[in-house]
């Protein structure tokens, strides 16, 4: 299809209802015009399917509106608990061209937000619009009330971390983006010092009754086709007439997977290195991959990353084999939890073989190691064989039951 189709939405109240048809509400045009898009956006972030996109982004909390930097008016203006940022720039899509501006545009805001320190971002939200268009102050102050969730000293660290580094999540908010993603790598390829990543995302909005104001049915939808690139990021720390050579991925390496997918996985990796030391991040990358090369995938999370094998008898579940943290720690007890039977059918046997190779690898370093107990990650590295043959007795008898699931008449 040319255009993209929504059908139209129906309210069910009961099994026997008639159902309520409900009728889409303009945006663009009033009085649902792009100021209250902003409005809608600033009192619900969690309208942004940031979890979906880069999980390490979330959960969102509004600092400003029309933030002022040398690139222009930020339109909304994020952060969350960990001290990362997002940016969403609201489009009323009305030609090609506008489109193309806007991704121009939010990719430039994050150029202009990376050469800042917490101190020029401090002071551009204090002179921020907000809400009842009057100056906003203390937008951040504020946050450091909850001490729990906001650390001062550490999210100040981690804000002026990101905004050198140019770590930022892009958000572009329209309503009915057709634009071709393809268009963005040219933006995106000419700003390869930053870390951004950038995502489009569209805002239907539904009425019960034609006219009305509320209530609303919402339906955020982030667009599906995205963009690979490979983009070399170099920090150069050298006196000058020095030359400087810069390596890209090969295509090997890219078919491997040993290139950055996601802006998370990457914070991730830092968060880890902060943590321990740049050594264990290396050594836990290569495990990472040997355990890709047993079939595993990855999901990502905030602050996790779980490896995962796919049912290979087509269930589409996926069993959690080992999580690990931003803190170096591994847990392994997820496929204990599970109800076998329910799933592919498999025996929980073999969960019970697994766990019995883990104890056996880990009865000399923990007394009484149980399925779910924290181990550290450098065991696993320094015992990276003995893991990985338990790994691989978790996955052959799945795989050889699927298969022989397949062979029955």
């Known amino acids: 299809m040319e255009d993209r189709q929504h059908c139209t939405p129906l309210l069910l109240t009961d099994r026997n209802s008639k159902g309520q048809q409900l009728y889409q509400v303009p945006v663009g045009k009033p009085p649902f015009n792009e100021a209250r898009l902003q409005e809608l956006l600033a009192l619900h972030p969690e309208l942004l399917p940031v979890s979906e996109i880069e999980p390490a982004f979330s959960p ?46 939010v990719v430039d805001y994050a150029t202009s937000l990376s050469n800042w320190n917490f101190d020029d971002l401090d002071n551009a939200l204090k002179k921020a619009v907000g809400e009842d268009n009057k100056k906003a102050t203390n937008s951040i102050e504020r946050l450091f009330e909850d001490e729990e969730l906001f650390d001062q000293p550490s999210y100040i660290d981690s804000v002026s971390r990101n905004l050198s580094r140019g770590n930022f999540l892009l958000i572009i908010v329209g309503n009915g983006i057709r634009e071709d993603l393809e268009r963005i790598a040219d933006y995106m390829q000419k700003t390869p010092g930053l870390h951004y990543t950038l995502a ?31 983009r070399a990021v170099v920090d150069i720390k ?38 321990s030391n740049e050594e264990l991040k290396e050594q836990l990358k290569d495990l990472m991959q040997s ?33 690990f943290t931003v803190s170096g720690s591994a847990y392994t007890g997820w496929t204990s939890r599970i109800s076998w039977p329910e799933y592919g059918g498999y025996d929980k046997e073999i969960a019970n073989d697994y766990h019995k190779c883990l104890e056996a690898l880990f009865n000399d370093k923990y007394e009484e190691y149980t399925p779910g107990d924290p181990v550290p990650v450098h065991i696993l590295i320094e015992n990276k064989k003995d893991f990985l043959n338990c790994v691989k007795g978790f996955i052959t008898p799945i795989i050889k039951a699927a298969e022989g699931k397949t062979e029955e008449p």
Request: glycine fraction near 6%; proline fraction near 7%; charged fraction near 20%.
């Open 291 to 323: 355990l890709y090369d047993l079939g595993l995938v990855s999901v990502w999370r905030s602050s996790s990353v779980s490896m995962r094998l796919p049912d290979p008898g087509g269930s589409g579940y996926k069993f959690t084999v080992i999580v």
């Open 200 to 230: 489009l995302v569209e805002m239907n909005i539904y009425s019960l009754q034609e006219g009305s104001n509320y209530p609303l049915y919402i339906q955020p939808r982030t667009i599906a086709k995205t963009v690979e690139l490979v």
């Open 238 to 275: 050298a006196p000058p007439n020095i030359s400087v050579q810069v390596e890209v991925p090969s295509e090997e390496e890219i078919k491997k997977g040993k290139t950055r997918r996601k802006l998370t996985e990457q914070i991730f990796y830092d968060e880890l290195a902060n943590n």
């Open 60 to 105: 969102l909390f509004f600092l400003g509106r029309e933030v002022p930097c040398n690139a222009g008016s930020i339109d909304l203006f994020f952060t969350n608990p960990s001290g990362y940022m997002t940016i969403v720039e609201t489009k009323l899509w009305s030609n090609p061209e506008s489109r193309r501006q806007a991704v121009a545009q």
